[in-house]
């Protein structure tokens, strides 16, 4: 199984500071990766596909990089919608893994 | 718009067969590239991958549970069940389905449905 290290698990953050979470994968998973958000009693909500590109729909603020074992989630400008939880989700090979989760709070 | 929802028992006790039907609407199971998944999360923990049917009747399952989960489909119904036998009180989670195309993620979610192993 492809492994999906995430981190921070969680972080402080202000409204307006820049976020960044990362994804390490156990091996190489090309762009086959995925970025969640989830608010508390939701289902989570894809914000990038591919590795960087942006759901229809989710602010530009939100960004996707990386390619192979490192990606990274960056938040431009925090605001108050984005205190959440966000998941990586990896779809190279079965079974397909999330990350552990990092939980944004103020 | 497409849309999923979950329905099922809220509560099973231990050693019984869970059964969740995911119905959807907006897209045809039939049609080539689609896929419906499962994905549960006990509370206040992380997300966990459960299985995938396709289109052409491809099923994937998560090994660790492979022996207990069957995934089905009735495209003419629009619908996809989950089968887990054999429940365990650390099965208690909110079980989500959600809709794919091959080659990516889920880009649809269902609201979920929480389901309680308990005697």
């Known amino acids: 199984d492809i492994q999906m290290t995430q981190s921070p698990s969680s972080l402080s953050a202000s409204v307006g500071d820049r976020v960044t979470i990362t994804c390490r994968a156990s091996?190489?998973?090309?762009?086959?990766l995925g970025w969640y958000q989830q608010k508390p009693g939701r289902a989570p909500k894809r914000l990038i596909y591919?590795?960087?590109s942006l759901q229809s729909g989710v602010p530009s603020r939100f960004g996707g990089s990386g390619s192979g074992t490192e990606f990274t989630l960056t938040i431009s400008s925090l605001q108050p919608e984005d205190f959440a939880t966000y998941y990586c989700?990896?779809?190279?090979?079965?079974?397909?893994?999330f990350g552990q989760g990092t939980r944004v709070e103020i | 718009q497409i849309t999923l929802k979950e329905s099922g028992p809220t509560l099973v006790k231990p050693t019984q067969t869970l059964t969740l039907t995911c119905a959807f609407s907006?897209?045809?199971?039939?049609?080539?590239?689609?896929?419906v998944g499962w994905i549960r999360q006990p509370p206040g923990e992380a997300l966990e991958w459960l299985a995938v049917?396709?289109?052409?009747?491809?099923?994937r399952y998560s090994p660790s549970l492979k022996s207990r989960l069957t995934i089905t489909k009735d495209t003419s119904k629009n619908q996809v069940v989950l089968a887990m036998t054999n429940m365990d009180p650390v099965d208690t989670a909110t079980y989500y389905c959600?809709?794919?195309?091959?080659?990516?993620?889920?880009?649809?979610w269902g609201q979920g449905a929480l389901v309680t192993v308990s005697s």
């Open positions: 959600g809709h794919l195309w091959f080659g990516g993620t889920f880009d649809s």
């Open positions: 907006g897209f045809s199971l039939s049609s080539t590239g689609r896929g």
């Open positions: 049917i396709y289109w052409d009747d491809d099923e």
């Open positions: 091996q190489g998973i090309r762009n086959d």
């Open positions: 591919a590795a960087s």
């Open positions: 989700l990896q779809h190279n090979s079965y079974p397909w893994t």
